[in-house]
């Protein structure tokens, strides 16, 4: 499959992301969960368009088929990575792709429309940003690190034990940024915006494509065992870096499971 095929079909999703946004209707999935006519026809637009760049491949998403296969041909979407940001009018949202093959992921683009920033990266071939080359930031301590973090649904002791260490990495480096975007935090890993981030229950969808963006820009993404995060269910505790940083990252964010 063609990368530019793919960044096409998603800066096309973007554009209408752009227009349905101004109808700004929201649906309510649950507490703090939303889902507006952005995501759902960018998801439709997705599911039209996307199985054709690769001729028997399924897709996965946030607001369709959940069920992750393990084998085959397969688009693990996000139609829109921070959908609260988009209903609020915060510039902070994107259309996550990420395309994976016999368990390996070959392709992704995480497109923010607003600010017209497209990330994307082949396996083996770098991540660029809007065609230029990208990598992680140099730093070597937490001390001098700036951190993206996100916080997903959890009972109140998990949230609890997660926000005490985020308290520790705060008073640790040069601050929190809390964005919105899991997708966003790990492309800004990436190209050396942010150092490091912490995530708190994320589903493949949130973090596949920003996965190999950050690996092919030369950083690290693991789970709180410092293992590859697994593509089932919903993970926990999730951590992404310069690689530098993660040894530092994994010990400062012991305990956080609660």
């Avoid at 209408?16 to 507006?36: C, I, Q, S, W, Y």
């Avoid at 809390?178 to 490091?196: E, H, I, K, P, Q």
Wanted: aromatic share 8%.
């Amino acid at each position: 499959m063609e990368m530019e095929r793919l960044e096409e079909v998603v800066r096309e999703a973007g554009e209408l992301a752009l227009r349905k946004m101004r109808e700004n209707a929201v649906h309510v999935k649950g507490r703090g969960d939303f889902v507006t006519d952005a995501d759902l026809a960018v998801s439709s637009f997705l599911e039209e368009r996307l199985p054709a760049l690769a001729p028997g491949s399924v897709m996965v998403s946030e607001e369709g088929d959940t069920n992750v296969p393990q084998n085959g041909k397969l688009f693990i979407v996000d139609p829109i990575d921070g959908t609260t940001n988009l209903m609020y009018g915060l510039r902070l949202s994107a259309i996550s792709v990420a395309y994976r093959e016999e368990g390996e992921l070959r392709l992704a683009v995480v497109y923010n429309p607003f600010t017209d920033e497209l990330f994307k990266a082949e396996k083996g071939k770098g991540a660029k940003l809007n065609g230029s080359e990208i990598h992680v930031s140099r730093d070597v301590s937490l001390d001098d690190a700036l951190i993206g973090v996100e916080a997903g649904p959890a009972t109140a002791t998990r949230q609890k034990a997660y926000f005490e260490r985020l308290f520790q990495l705060h008073a640790m480096g040069r601050g929190l940024r809390l964005t919105g975007s899991a997708a966003l935090d790990l492309c800004y890993v990436a190209c050396g915006r942010l150092s490091a981030c912490a995530f708190h229950y994320l589903y493949p969808w949130d973090y596949a494509a920003g996965w190999l963006i950050l690996n092919e820009a030369g950083g690290s993404f693991t789970d709180r065992n410092g293992d590859p995060p697994p593509f089932a269910g919903r993970v926990e505790l999730l951590y992404g870096s310069n690689g530098a940083l993660q040894p530092q990252l994994l010990r400062a964010m012991q305990g956080a499971e609660g």
